[in-house]
């Protein structure tokens, strides 16, 4: 020790006492002159400052620290006021002597004109904690879901592989993984806007997690036997692990679906939503994560396919089909580019005198390995993976252009109507009025010829579906409301929606002789109809005896078997030409083979 101050004003002991303080102290104490230069320095110092002194010379500070704080010298000459801060727990990386490396803490304090003191400690364990502590903070964000605060997909992932790795006692895994995707999430964001949806998704978190509890498993209670996690957007994750028995998971799945399904009150208004669960359990699962989180997805989407709110066993055959899907999809976008797409034709007739009203186009696609394949298998999949607008423009401007041509060629005797399906994906474009005016135009066919059908549970669908029905009616076309019966609307309902036609579907028509309640459901559907200045259509007819019992109903018209299957667009113009007695227009085409509308009279009430 270098006491450089006098201490005069210290009594001995006391003195004695500060001298054994400093030079005792676990602590590097030192003070220097404004230049570097040593005046005093407790043994700590002279230890942790050693490896930095070249040739063990201490006698600078400044000329010591040179290459690990080259800027000390300047802070120091910056810091002339008494009492400023040179530095404080400024860190320098330090080689010590045991080869290993350290870091020390330096602070400085100028006392006066002449004076600056300061301390200097080992702080490597300090720092050593800090990025210990980092590093687990940036660990667990990577892990974390930002939104919800709940595991994200890697933290989940990783607990389903180390569930997978557990050795089961019985053979059967004991821990089920659900795959929750919110039903018409969508819409809730365009409704209430970004930040509403993101408050809706921190609510189903809030009850996922209060849903999920300890009591659903066995086991010791501390330990965290199910995972509730965020994989992003609307869809979630729940691992269950050490259930007692596999119909612990379809309990559980229905209560989630429950208590998802409550209202939610968002900026006091109150949102709906349901959910669709995908579960993998038991033997049926993979051996590894991700597939594992995949096969519950592909169980989703079938839960939702059977229209949501429910949840779905993942089984291989669920896998066979999805395959199959993709494979219908890849070779659906070449359908499209190698026309084997076309539209067939299906008279509709009045039901009082048998006149050809008009033809329901109806899309088909000649794959030429499968054969025929039905649009019930393909459109769907066609919206799913976005070429629906594609199919659909293709089928709205074949119809329109084949009705143009009919007229054309038949003048007055043909038919004044054409109608197209809608598919939902198609009415939820807010393109599709301009689309249907595009090819109104180029088809040249007037509006008022052209209908389009549209399913109840479409229709039914909020304010702005029923903006966009407004939208094309207002192009002068007529709406038709398809397959009615087989939805979830009501006839009290039918008033609200701006439709045209209401089209029975065929499941009341086939059992409507022997079926007194489809009869009297028909007869008030006809009625209710009527009153809102609506006309009715009978789908599906296949005998005489339906269309006369459907003309006694007061229905107008009728589609069926009866009258012809659809036709090829071919075949139909020579069907068409053999009903309205015209053959002769006919001349560049082959006799007709139709035969003449047979019920024509037969069957009029
Ligand atoms: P939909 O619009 O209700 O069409 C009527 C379906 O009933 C047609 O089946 C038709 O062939 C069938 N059908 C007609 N008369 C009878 C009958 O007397 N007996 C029986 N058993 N069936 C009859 P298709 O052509 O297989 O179409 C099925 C559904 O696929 C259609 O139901 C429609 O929802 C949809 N679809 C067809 N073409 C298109 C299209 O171009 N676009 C869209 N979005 N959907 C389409
Ligand atoms: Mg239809
Ligand atoms: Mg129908």
Redesign the pocket.
């Known amino acids: 020790m270098k006491p450089d101050s006098d201490p005069e004003d210290l009594q001995p002991p006391a003195y004695e006492a500060l001298i054994q303080f400093l030079y005792q102290a676990p602590i590097g104490l030192l003070q220097i002159r404004p230049d570097g230069t040593v005046t005093m320095m407790n043994p700590r110092s002279a230890q942790l400052l050693m490896p930095l002194a070249r040739q063990g010379n201490l006698d600078n500070l400044f000329e010591v620290l040179d290459e690990v704080a080259p800027d000390l010298r300047a802070m120091a000459d910056a810091a002339i006021e008494p009492g400023a801060l040179v530095c404080e727990g400024l860190r320098m990386p330090v080689r010590s002597t045991a080869g290993g490396r350290r870091v020390l803490g330096i602070s400085l304090l100028r006392l006066d004109a002449h004076t600056i003191m300061g301390c200097v400690n080992d702080v490597t364990h300090e720092v050593e904690l800090e990025q210990q502590r980092l590093a687990s903070r940036m660990r667990d964000a990577s892990r974390t879901d930002s939104l919800t605060l709940m595991p994200n997909r890697s933290a989940v992932l990783e607990r389903i592989q180390q569930a997978l790795a557990r050795p089961d006692a019985g053979g059967a895994p004991t821990f089920a993984v659900l795959f929750i995707n919110c039903d018409r999430f969508n819409r809730v964001n365009l409704t209430l806007g970004q930040a509403g949806g993101d408050r809706l998704l921190r609510m189903v978190a809030e009850r996922l997690n209060g849903t999920v509890r300890q009591r659903d498993a066995v086991g010791p209670a501390q330990e965290p036997l199910h995972t509730t996690a965020r994989l992003g957007g609307d869809e979630f994750v729940v691992l269950l692990d050490g259930l007692r028995d596999s119909e612990d998971v379809h309990s559980i799945a229905q209560r989630l679906i429950d208590t998802l399904s409550r209202p939610y009150l968002i900026d006091s208004v109150e949102v709906h939503i349901s959910a669709s669960i995908g579960v993998v359990a038991g033997i049926h699962a993979a051996a590894e994560a991700n597939a594992l989180l995949q096969d519950a997805s592909l169980a989703m989407q079938e839960a939702k396919r059977a229209g949501g709110g429910r949840h779905v066993l993942f089984t291989p055959s669920i896998k066979d089909i999805a395959t199959r899907r993709g494979a219908l999809e890849l070779e659906l976008r070449r359908a499209l580019e190698q026309d084997e797409l076309f539209v067939v034709y299906?008279p509709i007739v009045e039901l009082t005198d048998g006149r050809v009203a008009g033809f329901?186009?109806?899309?088909r696609w000649q794959h030429p390995q499968r054969g025929l394949v039905?649009?019930?298998e393909f459109?769907e999949i066609a919206e799913e993976c976005g070429l629906i607008g594609a199919?659909?423009e293709f089928?709205l401007d074949s119809a329109c252009r084949q009705l143009a041509a009919w007229q054309r060629r038949f003048g007055a005797q043909a038919p004044g109507m054409v109608s197209?399906?809608?598919?939902r994906a198609?009415l939820q474009d807010a393109a599709i009025t301009d689309q249907v005016a595009r090819v109104l135009e180029s088809s040249g066919l007037p509006a008022q010829a052209l209908q389009l059908?549209l399913t109840e549970s479409m229709a039914a669908q909020g304010d702005d579906i029923r903006a966009r029905l407004l939208e094309l009616k207002a192009l002068g076309l007529a709406l038709a409301l398809?397959?009615f019966g087989t939805g979830y609307s009501s006839l009290a309902c039918l008033g609200q929606l701006p439709i045209d036609t209401v089209k029975i579907d065929?499941s009341f028509v086939a059992d409507a002789e022997s079926n007194l309640h489809k009869r009297v459901l028909i007869e008030a559907t006809v009625r209710v109809a009527r009153s809102l200045g609506m006309s009715t259509t009978a789908?599906?007819?296949?005998t005489e005896g339906q269309a006369a019992l459907l003309a006694t109903l007061d229905c107008n018209k009728g589609?069926?078997?009866?009258w012809s299957?659809?036709l090829a667009a071919h075949a139909a113009t020579q069907w068409l030409a053999a009903q309205i007695g015209a053959t002769d227009l006919l001349s560049d085409q082959p006799h007709p083979s139709a035969a003449p509308l047979r019920a024509a009279s037969g069957f009029v009430a």
């Open positions: 299906q329901e186009a109806l899309v039905s649009p019930v459109i199919v659909g089928v197209v399906n809608l598919s198609q059908e398809d397959d065929r789908e599906g007819i296949e589609q069926g078997y009866l299957r659809p």
